[in-house]
């Protein structure tokens, strides 16, 4: 299985900031996947990022307020701009088990817990 | 669309008890299936899955969960709870009817362990 790292673990921001959430992880993928869970919510899919191309967004999120980056097959950052606190959660980042994808298992970082005051 | 339905948001169970956990899916095309369990603080972490084959299938901890194509069902279950299994349980569904990797989450269920 895959290691992932994330960076901030936690954090607390003001509104109207942005925070920036590094995922790294120890072999190269082709997908990245960054997450959303809300306080007592389940999952939810913010956007896939390949490398070497714009990132795919899910329905109700946007590149303006989640621009992601990913810059080589082994990093990706998602930013939380203008925040607000409404966007206090926790975003996990996860990777396919393969390099070529395709697989059946994703496995996810440590999430990254959000509060914006 | 794929969807995933966790029955029960909370489950309590005494300790030794049987765990069930329960999870229905959607999906118009053969389904891969996953559990995966969050620890308080913590990020997720797979328990098992089901791909193809064997529709019984294992996972860490004592965990086992059967494919029930027929009901659409894929039921979390350890036969004797312990205290550490206290934690949120997600079900999980890969779309693979949109062709993507993503994955389709239920709501989750949280387990509480009596002594």
């Known amino acids: 299985s895959a290691v992932i790292s994330q960076k901030p673990s936690r954090d607390i921001c003001q509104r109207g900031t942005s925070l920036t959430i590094q995922c790294q992880v120890d072999?190269?993928?082709?997908?990245m996947f960054w997450y959303r869970q809300q306080p007592g919510q389940s999952l939810t899919l913010i956007a896939t990022?390949?490398?070497?191309?714009?990132?795919?967004?899910e329905s109700g999120f946007v590149i303006d307020k989640f621009p992601i980056s990913r810059p080589n097959l082994t990093f990706s950052t998602l930013t939380v701009s203008n925040l607000s606190p409404e966007d206090s959660s926790i975003y996990l980042c996860?990777?396919?088990?393969?390099?070529?994808?395709?697989?059946?298992?994703?496995?996810f970082g440590p999430g990254t817990r959000l509060t914006v005051l | 669309a794929q969807s995933v339905t966790q029955l029960g948001s909370h489950v309590s169970v005494s300790e030794g008890a049987l765990v069930l956990l329960r999870c229905n899916y959607s999906?118009?095309?053969?389904?891969?299936l996953f559990w995966y369990v969050q620890y308080p603080n913590q990020g997720l972490q797979l328990l098992l899955k089901?791909?193809?084959?064997?529709?019984l299938v294992k996972g860490i901890n004592g965990f086992e969960a059967e494919f029930k194509k027929s009901e659409t069902s894929f039921h979390l279950t350890k036969p004797s709870a312990h205290m550490s299994d206290a934690a949120e349980y997600f079900c999980?569904?890969?779309?693979?009817?949109?062709?993507?990797?993503?994955?389709?989450f239920g709501k989750g269920t949280k387990l509480t362990v009596n002594p």
């Open positions: 996860s990777v396919p088990s393969s390099l070529a994808g395709g697989t059946d298992t994703q496995y």
């Open positions: 072999s190269q993928v082709t997908m």
């Open positions: 990022a390949n490398q070497g191309s714009e990132a795919t967004y």
């Open positions: 999906s118009s095309v053969p389904p891969y």
């Open positions: 089901y791909t193809t084959g064997a529709t």
């Open positions: 999980a569904v890969s779309d693979r009817e949109g062709g993507s990797e993503k994955l389709v």
